[in-house]
């Protein structure tokens, strides 16, 4: 989260938690979606935050879709990306030479993101083709340096909690109306893990929320883009500034 984190902190307080399961929170036995929310909720009233923005990246903009509706008194605004509702993925099947080709990828650009060489022979060839599409020295030093650490440090309990919660056939699409704080919606048009037409499934259904969809991006686009995805960011937040600053104790 360091892309939104690096840019918004000079501004906000601005908290990063891992999610249960995720990065240096480590579990030992299984777990369920709503043990995220009871975590995050329990966060905020650590923190003393009686309400904030809410950025979420993925299953993260699900469970900030979760938490504003069940917690709406703790939810001012809403930042979506690459996230919906009702996800829906359009990831063919895994071949092996793109699980090869993937882990040469990620072991070059551990050592050097800025081969270009390796980016088109062996990225543009993997499992990172679904996850990006403009394959730049740039973009790997994102993966090399937060991707991969974050893929290795996914426990089995919090990708066993995902599934089972999406082979449920989640969807919250109903309850959507149910939001009204402003939000603001961010996709990449060439997303096959969660679809630009989810995401504007979703966007379609909020009583209050801005669409942008990026060309030439998919799933991990805020690494490809990030300049301007965090200038429609700033520009939404501008949008609403006095909203943000009317409530004591509120942070972003």
Not at 40 to 57: M, P
Not at 124 to 141: C, D, E, N, V
Not at 193 to 206: D, G, K
Not at 226 to 247: C, F, R, Y
Request: aromatic share 10%; proline share 7%.
């Amino acid at each position: 989260m360091s892309v939104f984190t690096d840019a918004l902190s000079p501004q906000f307080r601005t908290i990063a938690p891992d999610l249960r399961g995720y990065g240096r929170s480590s579990v030992r036995q299984p777990f369920s979606m709503r043990d995220h929310l009871a975590d995050l909720k329990a966060l905020l009233d650590r923190q003393q935050v009686d309400s904030g923005i809410l950025l979420g990246w993925s299953l993260g903009g699900i469970l900030a879709l979760e938490l504003a509706l069940q917690y709406p008194h703790r939810v001012s605004g809403l930042i979506l990306v690459a996230t919906a509702a009702r996800p829906r993925s359009s990831h063919p099947a895994t071949a092996w030479p793109e699980t090869v080709n993937t882990g040469i990828a990620a072991l070059a650009s551990a050592i050097n993101p800025d081969w270009q060489w390796v980016i088109d022979t062996f990225g543009r060839r993997s499992l990172f083709g679904y996850l990006i599409q403009q394959h730049t020295p740039a973009t790997y030093r994102h993966i090399a340096r937060e991707g991969i650490p974050a893929y290795l440090q996914t426990s089995r309990w919090a990708t066993q909690a995902l599934t089972q919660e999406l082979r449920q056939g989640y969807n919250r699409l109903e309850d959507l109306p149910a939001i009204q704080c402003p939000c603001l919606m961010l996709s990449g048009e060439c997303d096959r893990h969660i679809t630009a037409a989810s995401s504007l499934e979703t966007a379609q259904a909020l009583a209050d929320c801005d669409y942008h969809c990026y060309p030439n991006t998919a799933h991990l686009f805020p690494w490809e883009i990030p300049e301007q995805v965090m200038a429609d960011i700033g520009q939404w937040l501008n949008k609403h500034q006095s909203q943000w600053h009317s409530t004591p104790n509120s942070y972003p």
